[in-house]
């Protein structure tokens, strides 16, 4: 999939294409916090390194990519 700056969805995770849920985005309430914010999850760089360039710090990683290179 070709993406540039302005094909990038903020919603969609640049690993899987799916919903990424970010709370961050959609929250209206700046009380709210997104689920990336859990001491449970990591975003280790083995994960991190895996975001192509073009999207990278311009769409949140999904929950499920998230969970599944927890180390």
């Known amino acids: 999939m070709n993406t540039t700056p ?6 969609l995770c640049p690993l899987c294409n799916k919903d990424n849920q970010c ?3 959609s929250a209206c ?3 709210l916090s997104c689920w990336c914010h859990s001491p449970e999850i ?3 760089e083995k994960l991190l390194n895996q975001i192509p360039d073009c999207p990278k710090n311009k769409a949140c990683i999904c929950k499920a ?6 180390e």
Not at 65 to 70: D, E, I, R
Request: contains cysteine.
């Open 65 to 70: 990519c998230a969970l599944a290179y927890q």
């Open 42 to 44: 990591n975003f280790p």
């Open 6 to 11: 302005e094909t990038i969805d903020p919603n």
């Open 23 to 25: 709370g961050n985005i």
């Open 29 to 31: 309430d700046s009380k």
